[in-house]
């Protein structure tokens, strides 16, 4: 539009200088008409109206151009603070959306991780336990370890100490060495199953049919009250001595009185007939040799020796053989107390059948009771109820005839009596 009116301005300039021009050269060539002059007169002014129209129009297409410029840049200010704003509104929404996806995808990945990780972090912290724990016991148990292997270095240093000083009094000391036999046949005892005081007695006292009190190591307690003598006094001094020798010559001549001392040793608890004490005694008395090399010893260098010995009713039991013997004393035992049992348990069942037996008796006696007692009743009660006599009736009849009495019949007892009432009339007749 402005462009337009420019040309038009344009134009009503170009005619305006045009038509000058022409009345410039009409005066110069002869003074045209006044008519021509004051028509091209009035063009001029016509078209100085309409350039001013056109400029007036102009300054107003300026003004309004000026406005819509103004407004165009408040829109583009304003579609710029829009942007702008838009911008911003849109970058916070997506930052808080990544935030929020972020910490969804950091969430769902922990919980997925928590998931899978779960399990392996229990075992991990349950292996570490352990591992903590194995690692403690083995700390206590090293220490523990330590302290047992002090003490037994200590118990064996002491074991070493007592074995020397017991050595020393086995070589030395009979009475040592007898005390010594005692304490291993105790320990025999002890762990064959039998009782002290049951199936076995330690060193009671006991007089001989020559009038000497004898004390006997060990009396063993059999069935049928019968007795085994156990004996342990046996020296070991020749032993020893052979174990220890130096040479031949020495071992020699120890052994020699090894087998003595055995051989006199026999000969004195044969004199003592241990076997004799007791009336229901086993005929021979077991001699207990306690270190088993010893008698092995003895019977290689001299075969005879058992045989001597049980021709004075001794028999040579070592710790191997004692043992056996004890365990079989101790299923003797066992097998006696079965039969004692089946014993009492054929008594009891004897006992029982006789009481039962006395019960039957006594229970049919009680009915036969029963079946009189049943008669009787049966007799006095028809005397009581039947007939045309009986007494129901009878007492009934003296009761309507005015008696004056506090109790009166059954009437169970009356309805029998008396099956259909009667009259009082007929009553009283047959009163």
């Known amino acids: 539009m402005i462009e337009s009116l420019l040309i038009l301005i344009l134009l009503a300039v170009s005619a ?56 165009l840049e408040a829109l583009t200010a304003q579609k710029t603070a829009l942007a702008n704003e838009f911008n911003l509104i849109a970058n916070e929404a997506l930052k808080q959306q990544s935030e929020a996806l972020r ?26 336990k352990r591992v903590q724990d194995t690692h403690d016991q083995s700390i206590k148990g090293r220490s523990e370890l330590k302290s047992e292997v002090n003490k037994l270095v200590e118990a064996n240093e002491k074991l070493k100490n007592e074995a020397s000083e017991l050595t020393r009094a086995l070589r030395g000391d009979v009475k040592a060495q007898g005390n010594w036999g005692e304490l291993v046949l105790d320990q025999l ?19 001989g049919d020559d009038g000497n009190r004898y004390l006997p190591d060990v009396v063993v307690h059999l069935p049928d009250d019968k007795h085994l003598v156990i004996d342990s006094k046996v020296s070991l001094i020749a032993y020893d001595r052979y174990v220890n020798a130096e040479n031949n010559e020495d071992a020699d001549a120890a052994l020699k009185d090894h087998i003595l001392s055995i051989k006199a040793h026999i000969k004195g608890l044969s004199e003592k007939n241990y076997q004799n004490l007791y009336e229901q005694s086993l005929d021979f008395v077991l001699l207990f040799v306690p ?14 020796l058992f045989q001597q010995a049980y021709d004075k009713n001794i028999v040579f039991v070592t710790t191997t053989t004692l043992w056996s013997t004890l365990r079989t004393v101790g299923t003797l035992w066992k097998q006696e107390k079965q039969s004692e049992n089946v014993r009492e348990i054929v008594k009891q069942a004897s006992s029982l059948y006789d009481k039962f ?29 039947e007939g045309t006599g009986n007494l129901i009736r ?22 029998r009596a008396i099956p259909e009432q009667l009259p009082e009339s ?6």
Request: aromatic share 4%; no cysteine; net charge neutral.
């Open 16 to 71: 305006s200088l045009l038509l000058i021009f022409r009345a410039k050269s009409s005066s110069e060539n002869g003074n045209g008409s006044k008519a021509l002059l004051e028509e091209r007169q009035g063009r001029i002014l016509a078209l100085e109206a309409a350039l001013k129209a056109a400029e007036e129009e102009l300054k107003g297409s300026q003004k309004l151009q000026a406005g819509s410029e103004a407004k």
């Open 103 to 128: 910490k969804q995808l950091q969430e769902g990945n922990s919980t997925q991780l928590d998931i899978v990780l779960g399990p392996l972090k229990e075992k991990l912290d349950i292996f570490g």
């Open 189 to 207: 005892l002890a762990k064959s199953g039998l009782t002290q005081g049951v199936e076995y007695s330690v060193q009671t006292s006991k007089v």
């Open 291 to 304: 270190i088993e090399s010893a008698y092995s010893l003895a019977l290689q260098k001299d075969p005879s």
């Open 357 to 385: 037996v006395a019960f039957s008796e006594d229970l049919m006696t009680v009915g036969r009771q029963m079946d009189t007692a049943k008669g009787s009743y049966e007799k006095a009660m028809n005397k009581l109820t």
């Open 394 to 415: 009878r007492t009934e009849s003296l009761r309507k005839l005015g008696l004056k009495n506090s109790k009166q019949q059954h009437q169970s007892l009356v309805d």
């Open 426 to 431: 007929d009553i009283d007749n047959e009163g």
